[in-house]
């Protein structure tokens, strides 16, 4: 390093320059290359019979696991599981678990207590830990995972399945085992 004698200040020499330029490119490449891979990997599976269906369960399963801790959590912490059922135990147990947003939806509860989608803003962060009624949903809010309290020990926690109907986790309802 040399110091520049009209400013009085240190100044890079051209290698350490083109060395840092070069270290930049080189992150650059081997992102560029990690992320052509997996886009590759997912487009192989998709097109080798790997459908939406199981990689909607992957995630389901992935959301299950979540949602069991943050259960757990709850329960360590009130000896007890929520008592809010259906969709909206979410806001129960959201400050345990860490879902990406993407799976979170929220309602927005009309005059009768219907709720009302909320619309997700696009290509910004949704902040769902300042607003209630949110739930979980697996690629659509439609997809929901539900839970049911069913002794103050025990509960059931489903998805609802691909006809999208909410079948208490029978028929095609995906049921997580715990």
């Not at 320059?17 to 992102?31: D, S």
């Not at 219907?114 to 690629?139: Q, R």
């Amino acid at each position: 390093m040399t110091l520049d004698s009209q400013q009085n200040r240190p100044r890079l020499n051209v290698g350490a320059r083109r060395r840092g330029l070069l270290i930049t490119v080189l992150v650059f490449v081997i992102l560029t290359c990690a992320g052509i891979y997996e886009f590759r990997q997912l487009r192989e599976s998709l097109s080798s019979g790997y459908r939406m269906e199981g990689l909607r369960k992957e995630i389901t399963v992935d959301l299950f696991d979540s949602v069991s801790v943050g259960l757990r959590q709850f329960y360590s912490h009130r000896g007890h599981y929520p008592s809010t059922e259906g969709k909206y135990y979410y806001d129960s147990i959201k400050q345990y678990v860490s879902v990406p947003e993407v799976y979170v939806y929220a309602d927005s509860m009309d005059g009768s207590g219907h709720g009302i989608a909320v619309a997700k803003p696009v290509g910004e962060s949704f902040n769902f830990h300042d607003i209630e009624h949110t739930y979980l949903g697996v690629g659509s809010s439609d997809m929901t995972i539900r839970y049911k309290r069913l002794t103050p020990d025990s509960y059931l926690l489903y998805s609802i399945g691909e006809n999208k109907l909410d079948e208490a986790g029978g028929g095609d309802d995906v049921v997580y085992k715990h």
